[in-house]
């Protein structure tokens, strides 16, 4: 090779390697790229949790009864009994009351206990008779509506006789659940 064209090759291969650092920004290693960033905000809001606490209970009240399948229900709404085949007494009834309390004015849905799932009992213990308790309804019915974070919540039921239903006196115990909608 002769040294001209060493020179012309190696002014050529600077012209290139200028070009090129031109071309990628000038750092001679790569592109540079233009970034942008910006702040999001979070944001949290911690409410009163929801309660439930039992007020009056559900009361079928008295009456008498000679058939199986006769039975006594209690309006959510009016607390009113009613009955099918039974012979009511003069007794305190009504509909069980539930205070719920929470935030504002929230809604909330209410859950009752299902059909076949609660019975009243009486006697003693080795020989209890039971009367099934089904038809459960809530006044308001489903959702309920919390005014000024408080709520007062009814439940009504029926009862159903069995054949030969025992004299005395009869109690068990439901749930009732309430939670945020």
């Known amino acids: 090779m002769k040294s001209g064209n060493v020179s012309i090759f190696s002014r050529r291969a600077l012209n290139a390697a200028l070009a090129a650092t031109v071309a990628l920004g000038g750092s001679g290693l790569g592109v540079q790229v233009h970034a942008a960033t910006t702040s ?4 949290a809001t911690v409410v009163t949790p929801i309660a439930i606490s039992a007020g009056d209970n559900l009361r079928f009240g008295s009456f008498s009864t000679s058939a199986a399948g006769q039975t006594v229900t209690i309006n959510a709404a009016t607390g009113v009994r009613s009955n099918s085949g039974v012979v009511l007494v003069t007794s305190t009834t009504g509909a069980a009351t539930f205070n719920v309390t929470g935030e504002g004015t929230l809604t909330y849905a209410i859950t009752l206990p299902g059909d076949g799932v609660v019975n009243i009992t009486t006697g003693v213990a080795d020989a209890p008779r ?16 919390l005014t000024a974070g408080a709520q007062t919540l009814k439940v009504g039921a029926t009862i159903t ?3 030969s239903q025992v004299a005395g006196a009869y109690t068990g115990t439901f749930n009732v659940s309430v939670d945020y909608n």
């Open 130 to 145: 039971t009367m099934a308790v089904s038809s459960f309804t809530s006044d308001p019915s489903g959702t309920g509506a």
């Open 161 to 163: 006789t069995v054949a």
């Open 40 to 43: 999001g905000t979070a944001t």
